[in-house]
């Protein structure tokens, strides 16, 4: 038997930042279920691991890997299961999604629609499963690769934007409903990170002004200290914390106002 620290469900862990949050974690001394449609890349991923944090199969700790397309209900019925039996799962980092920067006009509905059911369907689904577990644990961490086009939709692609604008908005909603059960919910928003996202959404990342693109290792690191900060929204990138805090805080204003009998004067003739 090893003792760990609990096993860490990472999707979309092939590579980018996926695979810095399965260094990561691992260094913690965490197990590991690493999870993509590249069992190659997976598998690299996985050596480099026991490379470098001297990972064995029975001592120390253990990485295992699934291949499947989240895209699909076969794959993603193989991961939900796997979150539905393996009692050591102790955290769930919803990463896999793929984005585009392409206007609508120019976009494929197919693809678009292929784009919603990995970055929204594939995190709500395996959501639903890990929640009641670890309610029932009364332990849990999930964590929602969201991106900063949940605040700014029209930066890419506004399907793109909407399926991390759902992550942002779940998530928001689970903080609420999952207080004190001892699940704990962060929703990290990188902005422009240096991986192969932007080569698949169509702009690879060399085009965009290197001041802006963060390794993702530095990514990484920082949500990660969110995360030990309890933070429940992490946005590496953003110097001011106070402009996260103020756009809470408009919405706490208006909240209580947005639902009346009566339709506002001015739209009353
Ligand atoms: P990446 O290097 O392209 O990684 C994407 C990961 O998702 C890969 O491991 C990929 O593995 C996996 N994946 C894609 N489609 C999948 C499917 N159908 N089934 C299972 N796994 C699938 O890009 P990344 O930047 O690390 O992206 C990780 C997350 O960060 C994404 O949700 C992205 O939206 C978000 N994000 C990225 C940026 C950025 O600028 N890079 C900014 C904000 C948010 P396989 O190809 O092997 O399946």
Redesign the pocket.
């Known amino acids: 038997m090893t003792d760990t620290k609990g096993t860490v469900l990472i999707?979309?862990?092939?590579?980018?930042?996926?695979a810095i949050y399965a260094d990561r974690f691992a260094a913690r001394g965490h197990d590991l279920i690493l999870?993509?449609?590249?069992l190659g890349?997976l598998a690299d991923v996985a050596a480099s691991l026991q490379e470098k944090h001297g990972v064995q199969v029975k001592h120390g700790v253990q990485v295992k890997t699934i291949a499947?397309?989240?895209?699909s209900e076969e794959?993603l019925r193989a991961v939900d299961t796997v979150l539905a039996e393996d009692h050591t799962i102790t955290h769930l980092v919803n990463?896999?999604?793929?984005?585009s920067a392409a206007p609508l006009t120019a976009a494929d509905v197919g693809e678009m629609q292929a784009m919603v059911t990995?970055?929204v369907t594939a995190p709500l689904r395996l959501i639903y499963t890990a929640v009641p577990r670890f309610i029932a644990r009364g332990k849990g961490t999930i964590i929602n690769?969201s991106?900063?086009v949940a605040i700014g939709p029209e930066i890419l692609n506004g399907v793109y934007g909407g399926t991390?604008s759902f992550l942002l908005a779940f998530s928001q909603s689970l903080r609420k409903e999952l207080a004190g059960t001892g699940v704990n919910v962060q929703v990290v928003l990188?902005?422009?990170?240096g991986?192969?996202?932007?080569d698949?959404a169509g702009l690879p990342a060399s085009n965009l002004p290197t001041e802006w693109v963060m390794s993702?290792a530095d990514l990484v690191d920082a949500a990660l200290l969110g995360l030990d900060r309890r933070e429940f929204a992490t946005i590496p990138s953003l110097a001011d914390a106070s402009e996260w805090d103020a756009w809470e805080a408009s919405r706490a204003v208006m909240l209580p106002h947005l639902s009346n009998r009566e339709p506002a004067e001015r739209y009353q003739r």
């Open positions: 999707t979309g862990a092939s590579s980018g930042i996926g999870v993509a449609r590249n890349r499947a397309d989240l895209g794959g990463n896999a999604g793929f984005g990995i970055n690769i991106s900063i991390k990188p902005g422009a990170t991986t192969k996202f932007w698949v993702a």
